[in-house]
Nanobody, 121 residues
C-alpha cells in the first residue's frame, strides 16, 4: 500500500489543523494506522494510532486531549485532528501502517513523504 499525507501548513499557536493520510488501496481490518512526527534535530516519534477494524485509538501522552485520530473506511483515509497547537508541535508528520500496535517506528512500513506542520506567530 502507498500512503500520502496532506493537510499541513502554517498555523498560529492555539490553532488547529486536520491532516489526512490516503491509502492507495483498502486497509486491512487487522492493521494499525499510525501517525508519527519528526521535529527538527529529533528522532521520529509516535503521535497516535488507530486499529482499523475496531477503531480503537492510541495516543502519545503529550498529544492526548489535543489530537484525535480517526478513520474513514469508505475513503481508506486516516485523519489526525490537531487542536491547541503549540510551537513545539512543529514537525514533519507522516503516516504508516503496521500489523500490530507499537509506538516504535521500526514496526511500521509504507511511509509516505509526510506533510510539514509549522506552528508560529
Amino acid at each position: 500500500v502507498q500512503l500520502q499525507a496532506s493537510g499541513g501548513g502554517l498555523v498560529q499557536p492555539g490553532g488547529s489543523l486536520r491532516l489526512s493520510c490516503a491509502a492507495s488501496r483498502r486497509i486491512f481490518s487487522s492493521h494499525i494506522m499510525g501517525w508519527f512526527r519528526q521535529r527538527p534535530g529529533k528522532e521520529r516519534e509516535f503521535v497516535a494510532a488507530i486499529r482499523w477494524g475496531t477503531g480503537a485509538t492510541y495516543y502519545a501522552g503529550a498529544m492526548k486531549g489535543r489530537f484525535t485520530i480517526s478513520g474513514d473506511k469508505a475513503r481508506n483515509t486516516v485523519y489526525l485532528q490537531m487542536n491547541s497547537l503549540k510551537p513545539e508541535d512543529t514537525a514533519l508528520y507522516s503516516c504508516a501502517t503496521a500489523t500490530s500496535y507499537s509506538t516504535s517506528p521500526l514496526e511500521y512500513r509504507s511511509w509516505g513523504q509526510g506533510t510539514q506542520v509549522t506552528v508560529s506567530s
